[in-house]
């Protein structure tokens, strides 16, 4: 069963940094894509970044690139997004999920997370 758990959300003041992680299980790492999406109270819910476990980062929204990071450590079976300069609009609960290849729209990705919640504070 493919299993992908996010964690390290938090509250964070503006500026500040914060790391997630997306644990995952189920599946032959090296064989998918891991992206993280976010969405905001209100919003649809929307791209951040996207790696594939062998072929390296693939995207980054606009948004966010030059500020968040993600990477993946393939002996942990983790993927990490780690996030700096954080402003208040980046506030959202933020998923991960997993497909064969690197997609910005959500609904062509095949499995989620629960999601964990990043609130930044001006």
């Known amino acids: 069963e493919v299993q992908l758990v996010e964690s390290g959300g938090g509250l964070v003041q503006a500026g500040g940094s914060l790391r997630l992680s997306c644990a995952a299980s189920?599946?032959?790492?090296?064989?998918?894509?891991i992206a993280w999406f976010r969405q905001a109270p209100g919003k649809e819910r929307e791209g951040v970044s996207c790696?594939?476990?062998?072929?390296?980062?693939?995207w980054d929204a606009l948004s966010v690139k030059g500020r968040f990071t993600i990477s993946s450590d393939n002996a942990k079976n983790t993927v990490y997004l780690l996030m700096n300069s954080l402003k208040p609009e980046d506030t959202a609960v933020y998923y991960c999920?997993?497909?064969?290849?690197?997609?910005?729209?959500?609904?062509?990705?095949?499995?989620w997370g629960k999601g964990t919640l990043v609130t930044v504070s001006s």
């Open positions: 999920a997993l497909a064969l290849k690197c997609e910005s729209d959500p609904l062509l990705m095949d499995y």
């Open positions: 189920g599946f032959t790492f090296e064989d998918y894509a």
């Open positions: 790696i594939h476990s062998s072929d390296g980062r693939l």
